[in-house]
């Protein structure tokens, strides 16, 4: 009565929605995660942090998605490399599967309802950004999938229980706090700062804001030319804090994010239009939130970012 | 340089999504067809009519999703039988994959922030159909899938040439026109009636019944309590005249729609809430042209649907 139930040799496969749990006894359960990552390029240390990960490898599927262009040339041929050293490996150290996809030509583009020029580049990045995310999404979510796990892929550093501390958790949709890793000249030593400002809960002033834009206009959270007054949770993290603080969030970036598959089967993906005027990983949030999930942020458990 | 290419032995797939057509020389390009039906009740007809198409059955592949109640339970026995029939079949009649899904407890349920109150029974039925059809296809999309049948199980007779036919028009999203076979009492003789009213075209009326409405209410279509003045498509049926005209639709229903892979990958989905008042197969219309597609019908094309 366990999923999948193949009956052999007809290629039939059967699963119970129902049985399928996420929850915080996932390795206990075998449980699997998908982990997602965009990847416009290829950074070792992304990779290196990502082996370290303790989850069980054969719970494990990974799916990424490269640019078509010279960059996604560069990133397929780093990934391809770096996955053979793993696949090739001992059997209990390898990926249950891995599926990379090369990204359309960018279908926007060559759309016809849309308006240029109501587009600034910023909404233009981002909505190619979701549209890549939905590609990815679509595509490699099965039926036994219990956890997706988005994982920027400059990403460089997190604790090595990133997946099973998250799940711990047990919310619909959780995301990590982002920083970056610098060195501050003027104490002369390496410090941390905050660096992804699009988690955050939703304010009065952002409302209204909202209330007065025309359809197609969105914000976009981290730009000083909107004041929208919402509370970031990269400003929350206190160094001395428990770091299994939650909140409650209204928007997300897409840094660290630990979603319950069935958020997505609900249909939650990552809007490329206007929607409550976010998009991407904000509007991801917003449907979530519309299908009548919570979503959380944990401002005390960082990650952190690249720093070129 | 052809998808999928799979290294082997170490459970890596590429998929080049720019090289992955949808084309009217599907056949021939052996594009790669997913049928969907959500079904609450297994019909020989519905059965009968799949297995007479005539799109290649190694390039097709069938996803169902039953109710988790007494009507799933049978129609997982009946299924399973005929399923068994054709799968242990000579090689080339077999279907290439099926999937088969007990739906979740209709989480909408036990979601916090929903308003019972406002949900009408219709509401309630549209959304969780919704929510069916999601989990349906974020599990069964493949990176190598070209096109998706959107096919309902109670359409129990269509032309055996179906998915070339729809395929032949190379349209983002394409619709047949959904009547019944009936027995006229007053002409003592069978004919047939329109059935699925939610292939329509905006009205001017529509769009103001819209602007009027709370955040949260939708339009139905079909229900005569909102007249909408909305040309539906079910009554543009000619019977002298050209089966391939086609019209632009604004909302369609989910008898039989085809739809390029390549529009669900974008992010197209079925809402379950309310999208610009419109849920379900009607939302998914408005959500792909939000996307920046085409929808069209075919008002002389016509499957048919049960008649119990
Ligand atoms: N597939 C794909 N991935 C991208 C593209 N641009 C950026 N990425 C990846 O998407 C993630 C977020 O992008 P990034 O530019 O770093 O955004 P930021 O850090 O939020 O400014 C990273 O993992 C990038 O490697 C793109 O055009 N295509
Ligand atoms: N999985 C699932 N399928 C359903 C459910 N209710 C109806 N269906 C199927 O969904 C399709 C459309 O439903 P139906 O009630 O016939 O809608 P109508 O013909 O538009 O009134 C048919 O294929 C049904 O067999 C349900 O609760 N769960
Ligand atoms: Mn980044
Ligand atoms: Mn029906």
């Known amino acids: 009565d366990l999923i999948p139930n193949i009956l052999p040799g007809d290629h039939i496969s059967h699963f119970d929605l129902n049985k399928l749990a996420s929850t915080p006894m996932a390795v206990y359960n075998k449980e699997k995660?998908?982990?997602?990552?965009?990847?416009?390029?290829?950074l070792n240390q992304y990779w290196a942090n990502l082996l370290k990960l303790t989850y069980p490898r054969e719970l494990i599927e990974l799916g990424f998605i490269v640019p078509r262009n010279s960059d996604g040339d560069k990133v397929l041929n780093f990934l391809e490399v770096a996955i053979k050293q793993v696949q090739t490996g001992p059997k209990e150290k390898r990926f249950?599967?891995?599926t990379i996809l090369?990204?359309?030509?960018?279908?926007?583009r060559s759309q016809k309802e849309k308006d240029r020029h109501a587009l600034s580049i910023q909404k233009e990045r981002r909505s190619s950004m979701a549209l890549a995310r939905n590609s990815l999404l679509f595509t490699t979510l099965s039926p036994f999938t219990s956890w997706v796990l988005w994982l920027d892929a400059d990403i460089v550093e997190s604790?090595?229980?990133?997946?099973?501390?998250?799940?711990?958790?047990?919310k619909p949709v959780i995301s990590a706090n982002c920083y970056q890793r610098f060195f501050d000249d003027s104490k002369k030593k390496e410090s941390i700062r905050p660096y992804d400002f699009n988690n955050w809960v939703e304010s009065e002033e952002g409302l209204k804001i909202a209330s007065n834009?025309?359809?197609?206009?969105?914000?976009?959270?981290?730009?000083?030319?909107i004041a929208t007054y919402r509370p970031l949770m990269a400003h929350f993290y206190d160094a001395n804090g428990d770091v299994n603080t939650e909140m409650q969030l209204d928007g997300i970036g897409g840094a660290a994010v630990l979603v319950k598959a069935d958020v997505h089967r609900d249909g939650a993906m990552f809007p490329p239009f206007p929607f409550y005027h976010l998009i991407e990983t904000e509007g991801f949030a917003k449907m979530t939130k519309?299908?009548?999930?919570?979503v959380f942020g944990l401002p005390n458990y960082l990650v952190y970012h690249y720093n070129e």
Not at 159 to 170: E, K, R, S, V
Not at 215 to 225: C, F, K, R, S
Not at 290 to 294: A, K, M, V
Request: aromatic content about 6%; cysteine-free.
């Open 33 to 42: 995660v998908l982990i997602l990552s965009p990847m416009s390029k290829f």
């Open 96 to 98: 249950s599967k891995i």
């Open 102 to 108: 090369r990204q359309d030509n960018d279908s926007i």
């Open 159 to 170: 604790p090595t229980t990133l997946i099973q501390d998250l799940i711990a958790h047990d």
């Open 213 to 225: 834009m025309r359809d197609d206009e969105i914000i976009v959270e981290g730009y000083a030319n």
């Open 290 to 294: 519309r299908l009548g999930y919570e």
